[in-house]
């Protein structure tokens, strides 16, 4: 006989409306409207033929049959995500993913993916560019890659390496720039700036750098961007100095695209780290042991610089 059985869609929009206590948060997290999540529930409630939510002037609460509904329901979606992910994984056995900042990414991982075809040819990489917490469930992140101080509960974690800020400009714009001399002259050029980014409240910018050095910062016009990688490419064209922490420039001191302005170096407040599920697959691991290989080689390189 077959079963009788509601709605997944349905389903899965009434779990998530009573785990956040409302339509407004569930469809944040499913990415759909309110209104959507509210239809899917009626939907649900039309094929009960019962009410799981009580509707008030501000917002809904569960009914007494809408809490045991829920609570019977959510180790089942649990199960069924589980499982369905494992088998998706066996299909997908040769893919890493990896969640990056688009920055490191760009600069950092894409130059060495011909290092990692030759030394791990039985991975293939997927590269999610994001700031935001991995959900390795969610997302199916094998690895991510996060800029911080530390803290990531449950998580399998290796230090890769601090951040080390640098001025940087391309080698033409040094050759001109015949009064750059000491932290304090940088003043006297163009200066290129990140924008701030919320997430990264101690950042390191022109007024920390030069603070670190004991020169006051009155403040700088020059052009501004959005990313990184933007202010990295306005430098190595010569429009100007930019901070810039070594290891996202590293392929670039290679290639002599970009080279220090000055000597001095500053220590930024947060480090790079290397995170992955305690129960993370053995190509998963490969795929770490190579980065925490390319990052002793890269610190090898500059100690020679």
Same mark, same amino acid.
């Not at 899917?40 to 409630?45: G, I, P, R, Y």
């Not at 039985?122 to 590269?127: A, E, G, N, P, S």
């Given at each position: 006989m077959a079963r009788r059985l509601p709605p %997944? &869609?349905? %389903? &899965?929009?009434?779990e998530a409306a009573a785990r956040n206590d409302g339509f407004q948060r569930a469809g944040e997290e499913l990415h759909v409207s309110a209104g959507a999540i509210a239809h899917? #529930?009626? &939907?649900?409630?039309n094929w009960l033929g019962l009410p799981l939510f009580q509707r008030l002037p501000r917002g809904v609460t569960l009914t007494a049959a809408g809490n045991r509904y829920a609570e019977a329901l959510r180790p089942i979606l649990n199960n069924l995500a589980d499982v369905s992910d494992a088998l998706r994984n066996q299909l997908d056995e040769r893919v890493v993913t990896v969640s990056a900042t688009q920055s490191f990414a760009t600069r950092w991982l894409m130059p060495r993916l011909g290092r990692l075809r030759d030394k791990q040819p039985?991975?293939? %990489? $997927?590269?999610l560019a994001s700031?935001?917490?991995?959900?390795? #469930? $969610?997302?199916?992140?094998? #690895?991510?890659? $996060?800029? @911080?101080?530390? @803290?990531?509960a449950g998580m399998q974690v290796d230090l890769m390496q601090q951040e080390w800020f640098s001025a940087v400009c391309s080698p033409s714009f040094l050759e001109a720039a015949t009064d750059l001399r000491s932290p304090a002259d940088v003043l006297k050029y163009t200066l290129l700036h990140d924008e701030p980014e919320p997430r990264i409240p101690d950042e390191i910018d022109w007024s920390h750098w030069l603070h670190a050095f004991g020169v006051p910062y009155p403040g700088s016009s020059g052009a501004r961007f959005s990313h990184t990688y933007l202010t990295l490419e306005a430098a190595a064209s010569g429009q @100007?100095?930019?901070i810039a922490a070594d290891t996202l420039i590293a392929n670039d001191y290679r290639s002599g695209r970009l080279v220090r302005a000055l000597p001095q170096r500053v220590l930024g407040p947060y480090r790079y780290h290397l995170l992955r599920t305690p129960d993370a697959r053995p190509l998963v691991q490969s795929f770490c042991d190579w980065v925490m290989q390319e990052v002793e080689q890269e610190e090898r390189e500059f100690a020679q610089t």
């Open positions: %997944l &869609q349905a %389903l &899965q929009a009434f899917h #529930v009626k &939907q649900l409630e039985q991975i293939d %990489l $997927r590269v700031t935001h917490p991995a959900d390795f #469930v $969610r997302d199916g992140v094998d #690895v991510a890659i $996060r800029l @911080g101080r530390g @803290g990531y @100007g100095i930019a």
